[in-house]
Structures are given as C-alpha cells and as structure tokens.
C-alpha cells in the first residue's frame, strides 16, 4: 500500500505504476517555469530569493507543454471518476496547463483566485504586484456528475454566505515554514490555510489525496491531519525526507463528529404538504417573511396563494419580492403565541423524526 508515504521518483512513472481510478483527489503545484532573466534585486541592494532550481527549467515553451501532457495525462489515468483534480500556477504557466488539460479531457469546474496578503512587492516598479496565484479545479470529464463538492461546509466557513472563488489568504511565514539553516527549506511552500480549503471542500474523510509534486509535503501534512490518506511524489530526496519528519508531527483528526461534514443535499427532501399532514401548519394559515411585508394563505393541497399568485411555497415567495427564486422554507413563517417561526423548523422536525 501506497498510502501515507512520499514515494521518492519521478511523477509520470510513479502515476503509470498506481492503479487506475485509485485516488480520490489530486491536488498539483507543478513547476512555474518562471526563471528569472536575471538577479532581482531590492531597493536596499539585496538579492531577492528567487526561484532558480533545476527542476524549474525548461529548454521552451514545447518542452513545457510536453511535460504538462505527460504528468496529466498520468493524473487523467488514477483519478476516479467521482474525483477532481486542482492545479495551481502563476501568469506563467497556468494558461498553458488550462488548454493542456482541457485538451486530455478534464472539465474545469471554477478557476478560483488566491489573493496573498502579504504578497511580494514589485521592485523595478514597471508592473503591478503580482499579488495572486490561479487554481483550476475541475472534474475528470464532461459527464463527471458526481464529483465531492462540501458547498454547506465552504458555506459554513464563510459565515453562512456562499463562498467566493477569490480566497484572502496569506503567505506561508513564520512557524509553519520550513527551513534548513536559518533558510527556507523549499522556495514555493504553499500554506496551509490554502490545502486545508481545498481538503475540505473536495474530498471526505478517508479520500485518497495524491499530490504529485509533493515538495514540503504541505498537502500531504493536510490530508493526515484531516483524516485523508495521502500519497505524495516528490523527485527530490532531501524534500522527501524533509516532508516525512514533518509528517510525524501531524496529529490526525480522529473524532467523527470533528470530521463529519454535513450535506443539505444528502439529507431528505420533505415536501411542504408534509407539515400539513402533521399538523405543523393549517390549511387557511396565514405565513409572512421575516418583516412582515408579504403574507400567503396555505391551501388545503399544499399550495400557497398571495394576492398577486399562486404557486409552491418557493415560486410564490419569488413572486412576491420579484425576485427570480426563492427559497420558500427560510422565507415564509407563521405566527405561534405571538412569535414568528420559520417553516424551516417544521421541515427539520420532519426529518429528525424519518431519521429515528
């Protein structure tokens, strides 16, 4: 088993030794092929600490290409059919990598947008700060319907609003980047704020999260902590052993109601006429918003009637505001001794009583 291990190698032929339609999510952090013409330096002088390895170069713009459809294509043959694959990149390479992997077949799903903080500023002032970097997430095709997407959760994290696809994070520093020496152990350490929201938003506990430029180990470290087997592929057998002592030091989430993430959509669809069957509401009931603007009286089908229309409690509660849609059970409330209660409410006792 493969699991829980950085295995030392090249990327491609690590991929083509796993089993197809393995892995549950794949999260890669490919190189930038962003050298540097020459030294950058700050206005005090000093040279700014730039990214000028060996596995960072490449003859030409082919040969990049030609290394982008070798490892996707290897990515396209472990991820499951219910997986997803994000990458992540700079304005130098991420537009080759999107026509790449649309060209191999993966449906791209969001480019979500991660804008630094603290990001590093320009210092030949003769172009704006580069102050974000562009994931691409997307699915193993067109037809790839099921893919995991927690929307309650990213929800959740978000203080109830839907969330954005441009994330405020900062930059690695501090305590959580690794160093050798006083110096920084890897030159494009991604924080761990940013794997964690991926993580969370893409795959359960117990997924398999393959990273195949595993570098730091940063998504490896995530996945365990969270409960996710990992497997990590890194080429270069100081980070490999650099991610493995790191690793040891990650406590795994292990109590299921920490890790439980909750669906709305999993959860059973009670139709309105339910609470009249109960009881919960009466036909002739009068039901308002939350302000008390608009009023429909329940029917004895389940239909609601305003003045203006008549229809599901949703269309309804969309016509009335003239709004395109509504969601009719956080909408509409009904009077009980003097205090307005949401419909919701019924509709959640209706399921704790089918979930007994």
């Not at 994000?86 to 790449?100: D, E, K, L, M, P």
């Not at 100081?238 to 959509?265: C, F, H, W």
């Not at 036909?283 to 029917?299: N, Q």
Request: glycine share 8%.
């Amino acid at each position: 088993m493969l699991e829980g291990k950085i295995i030392v190698g090249e990327c491609v032929d690590t991929l083509n030794g796993l089993p197809p339609e393995s892995v549950d999510l794949i999260f890669a952090d490919p190189p930038y092929n962003l050298q540097l013409s020459g030294e950058l330096l700050r206005p005090n002088n000093s040279k700014v600490d730039g990214v000028d390895h060996d596995w960072d170069r490449f003859e030409n713009f082919a040969a990049y290409d030609s290394f982008t459809k070798g490892w996707l294509e290897a990515c396209h043959r472990v991820l499951k059919p219910t997986g997803s694959l994000w990458v992540i990149g700079s304005y130098h390479n991420i537009f080759r990598v999107g026509a790449t992997l649309q060209d191999i077949g993966f449906w791209i799903l969001n480019d979500v947008i991660w804008r630094k903080t603290n990001p590093m500023p320009n210092f030949r002032g003769r172009r704006f700060t580069n102050a974000h970097e562009t994931m691409i997430w997307c699915a193993k095709g067109s037809d790839s319907k099921k893919y995991t997407f927690n929307y309650d959760a990213m929800k959740s994290l978000n203080e109830g609003l839907q969330m954005r696809s441009d994330w405020l994070l900062p930059l690695c520093t501090g305590s959580e980047r690794l160093k050798i020496e006083g110096q920084k152990a890897h030159p494009t350490q991604k924080p761990e704020s940013l794997l964690s929201r991926v993580i969370l938003a893409t795959s359960k506990p117990g997924d398999i999260v393959l990273d195949p430029f595993s570098g730091s180990g940063t998504t490896a470290a995530v996945a365990k902590r969270f409960g996710r087997k990992f497997i990590g592929i890194e080429q270069d057998e100081t980070y490999a052993k650099l991610s493995m002592m790191r690793l040891k030091g990650v406590n795994t989430l292990t109590d299921p109601e920490v890790l439980q993430i909750d669906s709305k959509r999993n959860e059973p669809r009670i139709p309105f006429g339910s609470l009249l069957d109960r009881g919960l509401v009466e036909p002739g009931e009068l039901m308002f918003d939350a302000r008390r603007r608009w009023h429909a009286k329940v029917r004895a089908d389940g239909m609601v009637i305003s003045d203006e229309t008549k229809g599901s409690i949703h269309s309804v509660g969309a016509a009335v505001q003239g709004a395109q849609a509504c969601n009719g059970w956080t909408f509409w409330h009904v009077d009980r001794k003097g205090a307005s209660v949401s419909i919701d409410l019924f509709r959640k006792m209706v399921r704790a009583e089918l979930a007994a």
